[in-house]
C-alpha cells in the first residue's frame, strides 16, 4: 500500500520506487525460476519466443537481454502481481480494473549486459487514454554500476519526443541532443531486491549499460487501466484475434477488477511507431536496428 505522499509523488514526478514490493520468500522463488530459466537457454544458440540472447552467448556462458513474456515460462511471474502488495499499488495507481499488457525480465549480463536508449514507452504502445504504466521488479541489487534505470522527474506531463530517426523511421529512441531532453535532471533509481520502480507510461526513462561483474535482473511489468485501449504495440495483436477469443484474452489480462469495454478517450500527443525499424522484435533491436543514436556512449 502506497502512501498519501508516495501516490502524490508518483503523479507530481511520474515515478516512485517502493521497497519491499515483494515478501522474501516470493523474492526467493522469483530468482530460483528465473536461474532455472537462464540455465536452460544454454541449450539454444539464437533467440526464440522465449529468449533474446545478447553477444557472446554460448552453452559454456548464459548471456541474455531478455526473457520475453515470463509469465507464459512460470505462474510464479503472474502470481506476484495479483498478490496483494503490488496489486494494491497498480489499485491507488491506475484505479480498479487493470490489465497486464505485456512482461518482460530484462537482463544485463556482467561486464556490459547493454544499455537501454533513452525512450517513453508511449511511442511504442499508444492507447487511447495514457492511464499506463510499467512495474520494474529488481531481482538483483541495483546499484550504480549494474545499469540502474533513470528516469526525468515530471517528463510525463511534458512532449513526446521523437522517436523517430532523420530518415523518418522509428528508432525507439530520442534524439540524445533534443532540445527537450533535459538529462541533467536525472534521477537514478537504485535498491535493493524486492525493490520496484514504478514509471509512467510518457515518462523519460533509460539505462546504462552493466560495468560490473553481477548481473542485473529487472522484471518488468507493462499494466495498464482497463478503459485504455491499445491504437498500436505489444496489445495490438488483439484487433486481431475473433471476438471470442478477444473476450477470453481480456479475461485472462485482469490483473484486479474487470475489463471495460467502453474507452476512455483523453487528449495526448500520439505519433504511431511507424515506418518500423528492420528488426521491431524488442526495444533492443528496434534501438540497434533503427540506428538510434546513444547517450550511454563510452
Ligand atoms: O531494462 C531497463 O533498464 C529499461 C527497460 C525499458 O525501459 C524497456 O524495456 O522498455
Known amino acids: 500500500m502506497l502512501s498519501e505522499d508516495q501516490v502524490r509523488s ?9 521497497e519491499d514490493a515483494v515478501s522474501p520468500e516470493q523474492l526467493a522463488r522469483l530468482r530460483q525460476v528465473t536461474y532455472d530459466l537462464i540455465d536452460k537457454s544454454r541449450e539454444i544458440t539464437e533467440s526464440n519466443d522465449v529468449y533474446e540472447l545478447d553477444e557472446g552467448h554460448s552453452a559454456a556462458e548464459a548471456r541474455l537481454t531478455r526473457i520475453k513474456t515470463p509469465h507464459r515460462s ?27 499488457q505485456s512482461a518482460k525480465l530484462n537482463i544485463k549480463a556482467p561486464g556490459g549486459g547493454p544499455a537501454v536508449e533513452w525512450h517513453q514507452d508511449w511511442a511504442f504502445y499508444p492507447c487511447t487514454n495514457d492511464s499506463l504504466l510499467a512495474c520494474g521488479l529488481m531481482l538483483d541489487d541495483v546499484d550504480l554500476a549494474n545499469g540502474p534505470l533513470q528516469v526525468i522527474p515530471g517528463s510525463h506531463k511534458g512532449p513526446l519526443l521523437s522517436h523517430h530517426n532523420g530518415d523518418g523511421v522509428f528508432c525507439g529512441a530520442i534524439d540524445p541532443s533534443d532540445a527537450d531532453f533535459h538529462h541533467e535532471k536525472a534521477v537514478t533509481l537504485t535498491g535493493k ?4 520502480t514504478v514509471h509512467h507510461v510518457r515518462t523519460l526513462h533509460g539505462s546504462a549499460a552493466n560495468r560490473s561483474d553481477r548481473m542485473r535482473m529487472m522484471l518488468f511489468y507493462e499494466c495498464l487501466a482497463a478503459d485504455a485501449w491499445p491504437l498500436m504495440g505489444p496489445a495490438s495483436y488483439f484487433q486481431r484475434l475473433p471476438q471470442r477469443e478477444q473476450w477470453a484474452d481480456l479475461q485472462e489480462r ?28 524488442s526495444i533492443f ?11 550511454f556512449a563510452t
Do not use: C, F
Open 74 to 100: 512460470n505462474p510464479v511471474y503472474w502470481e506476484v502481481l495479483q498478490d496483494v502488495r503490488v496489486a494494491e499499488v497498480l489499485r491507488q495507481l491506475l484505479g480498479p480494473n487493470v490489465l497486464l
Open 254 to 281: 485482469v490483473i484486479i477488477g474487470e475489463p471495460i469495454v467502453t474507452p476512455r478517450i483523453k487528449a495526448a500527443p500520439v505519433r504511431l511507431p511507424l515506418p518500423p525499424a528492420p528488426d521491431g522484435g
Open 10 to 18: 508518483y503523479n507530481e514526478n511520474g515515478y516512485i520506487l517502493v
Open 285 to 295: 533491436k528496434t534501438q540497434k536496428t533503427g540506428g538510434a543514436r546513444s547517450s
Open 193 to 196: 531486491a524486492g525493490s520496484m
